[in-house]
């Protein structure tokens, strides 16, 4: 298992929320490695594939609500924080658990399951906690008892710990790590700075982008950070997001909606706002980066006819999108068996290669 990076792009996050309720389509850019893969696309945006696409919706068994989270568990099930409930899908049935179930409230905005098996959702302020039995609430309380909240910019460790963004509505914001047991939350002086995604290298350390708070930010405290360190990898005056790291070192980024890459070296920085790939491919209109456990770089071309992309470390390979694509944002994870899965408005897609 690599960068799963569930987000809730996911994107998990503010970011992707303006995308979705502006109904932004969701698919966006291609990339460009070292060895210049860009020149291994043909005239028409070249290496182009097929690929099965399903949607879910209330038509086909989705049991419906606005789609704020998605997570995989390690017995590969589907887990998506709705506005709706909390939806698991084990492959053949849907499965609500909300306020009729014993949750205290319908409206769910972060989820992530751990390498025990256990399942964390976050309700308002209420971080609770399933371990396939009963519900437990495991919220993380300020010194003064006001409650911590949590993002859906969560990702799993090897370890099956979870790392994510701690309080995005203070001014003081933090790193929050489960171990499987209990929270711990850590300040690294982000102030209103919010830590936008996670990620974690062939090494097992923890890294981290941040971005621009609710409040308003000056300086250099954007960029990239990894956990330890005592500054910035790289430091920026602006928001990174969607962080992913393959198997050699490179971080993956985007800054606003332009895909970036820090070598393995952090120290070469490739901004590709101005590569073209043809005169019908722009790279611009990033949602996600996401690196699968064969390596591949996962991210999507924002088009009218929108088209996944896939990086194998020597070519792209553009998957063409499903008919009426309507506002699909960032929110992206992927199963066990290679299935993407990604969040629409009120439905989901899966999508697998053939």
Not at 17 to 43: E, K, R, T
Request: one cysteine or more; a negative charge; proline letters at 3%.
């Amino acid at each position: 298992m690599k960068n799963f990076n569930e987000v809730a792009g996911k994107a998990k996050r503010v970011f992707t929320y303006v995308f979705l309720i502006a109904g932004a389509l969701f698919f966006n850019a291609g990339i460009c490695s070292d060895d210049d893969p860009l020149d291994d696309l043909d005239d028409d945006g070249g290496g182009s594939a097929a690929g099965t696409w399903t949607m879910y919706n209330t038509d086909n068994g989705y049991p419906g609500g606005r789609v704020k989270d998605i997570a995989v568990d390690t017995k590969n099930n589907v887990w998506i924080a709705s506005e709706n409930g909390l939806h698991k899908y084990d492959g053949t049935t849907w499965t609500t658990f909300d306020k009729t179930t014993g949750l205290p409230s319908n409206d769910i905005s972060m989820v992530a399951a751990d390498g025990n098996g256990n399942i964390l959702i976050e309700i308002g302020s209420t971080t609770m906690i399933y371990d396939g039995k009963t519900w437990k609430d495991i919220s993380l309380k300020r010194g003064n008892g006001d409650p911590i909240r949590l993002s859906s910019n969560v990702i799993r460790t090897p370890d099956g710990h979870l790392w994510t963004n701690a309080d995005w509505y203070y001014l003081e914001r933090g790193i929050a790590h489960w171990n499987g047991t209990s929270w711990s939350v850590t300040s690294d002086g982000a102030g209103d700075w919010s830590h936008t995604s996670f990620a974690y290298d062939a090494s097992g350390d923890v890294w981290y982008t941040r971005g621009y708070g609710a409040y308003g930010t000056t300086g250099e405290a954007g960029g990239l950070y990894k956990i330890g360190d005592s500054g910035p990898t790289l430091a920026r005056s602006y928001s990174l997001y969607n962080l992913s790291i393959d198997s050699k070192g490179n971080k993956w980024m985007t800054w606003g909606s332009t895909l970036i890459k820090l070598a393995s070296d952090n120290k070469t920085l490739t901004d590709y706002s101005k590569e073209k790939v043809s005169d019908e491919f722009e790279l611009t209109g990033i949602g996600f980066t996401l690196v699968d456990d064969k390596d591949n770089l996962w991210t999507s071309l924002n088009r009218l006819d929108p088209r996944l992309v896939k990086y194998d470390g020597k070519k792209w390979t553009f998957y063409p999108g499903p008919e009426n694509v309507q506002g699909m944002g960032g929110i992206v994870a992927m199963d066990s068996k290679g299935v993407l899965w990604i969040a629409g408005f009120d439905y989901v897609y899966s999508f697998k290669t053939k």
